[in-house]
């Protein structure tokens, strides 16, 4: 409760006592708040009570001293979290949507910190979790911040609708190929796989990390992936059936061959149960696109 003005991001509400009136603030945007999380992370500290606060660092993390913070730059807030930005240096995330059981982004990100030691994905730094009996649940988690000039899908967007304009514009003589916004798009699409193959790599070398094990495939994996693909090629068969009069030229016509073809594509899908593989089974990110890249 506070009669101090604040900007309106940091407003979540007005409040009355009696003839008092007030604001309640979103405490992501007080420096007081970030700091004192950030002090308990950076220590380790475990804070207790009926229940317990555990904040735990990364060796990223510990390896500095915590510096003063200056500046907060508060991020627009989404559904589930409010993020700041600390000096341009740290990212740390508040979640407001609290579900019980391990974070992937805590798991995952302090295995790509401390574990793989993955160099190319903003560096994990620490967390804080409610810890309730055997139930946990995570209440914050601290990122590097890096700096950028938007995310992979902004730039990669822009870089294709610049590439289709010089498209119009050019002349026959003239060959796309060569241009150097042409090359450049190529590169970075290299760099884009490139990466996501070493974050793979990463994932497939914790053998003795548990839940990172990789292991083996199973007859039993393959029947649930070639059931699951059923279940949806039955699904997109229905759903083609019923609605591809409402559709535009020339979807309706290609709808159609599918239609036609369905006895083949079940089958083909259906010989799925007997395939064997010699691969393994291994974590991925499960939030890896290029929206967040």
């Not at 660092?57 to 500046?71: C, D, R």
């Not at 992936?225 to 068969?237: G, N």
């Amino acid at each position: 409760y506070t009669e101090i003005d604040k900007g309106p991001a940091s407003v979540l509400a007005a409040v009355r006592r009696g003839a008092r009136e007030g604001v309640l603030l979103d405490a992501t945007t007080e420096p007081e708040f970030i700091s004192a999380v950030l002090a308990k992370i950076h220590a380790s500290e475990t804070v207790a009570d009926a229940n317990q606060i555990e904040f735990r660092a990364t060796a990223g993390f510990t390896a500095n001293p915590l510096p003063e913070i200056k500046n907060i730059t508060a991020i627009a807030r989404e559904q589930s979290n409010s993020s700041v930005i600390v000096d341009n240096k740290l990212v740390v995330k508040v979640l407001r949507r609290i579900t019980a059981g391990a974070h992937p982004e805590i798991e995952v990100g302090r295995f790509l910190a401390d574990v793989a030691h993955f160099q190319n994905a903003p560096l994990f730094l620490g967390s804080a979790e409610l810890v309730e009996g055997d139930s946990r649940s995570a209440l914050v988690v601290v990122h590097e911040f890096i700096e950028n000039q938007g995310d992979a899908w902004s730039v990669t967007a822009n870089g294709l609708d610049r590439l289709v304009e010089e498209h119009r514009l050019t002349t026959v003589a003239e060959s796309i190929a060569e241009s150097l916004e042409t090359a450049s798009m190529v590169q970075r699409i290299r760099q884009i796989g490139r990466r996501t193959a070493e974050m793979h790599l990463a994932f497939a070398r914790g053998t003795d990390t548990p839940g990172f094990e990789p292991e083996p495939i199973s007859a039993d994996d393959v029947a649930r992936w070639t059931d699951a693909s059923l279940a949806r090629a039955r699904t997109v068969f229905n759903l083609l059936r019923h609605h591809r009069s409402e559709l535009a030229d020339p979807v309706p016509q290609l709808a159609q061959t599918l239609l036609d073809h369905h006895d083949a594509i079940v089958r083909h899908i259906e010989s799925g149960w007997n395939a064997h593989y010699d691969g393994l089974k291994i974590r991925h990110h499960g939030d890896f696109h290029l929206g967040q890249g």
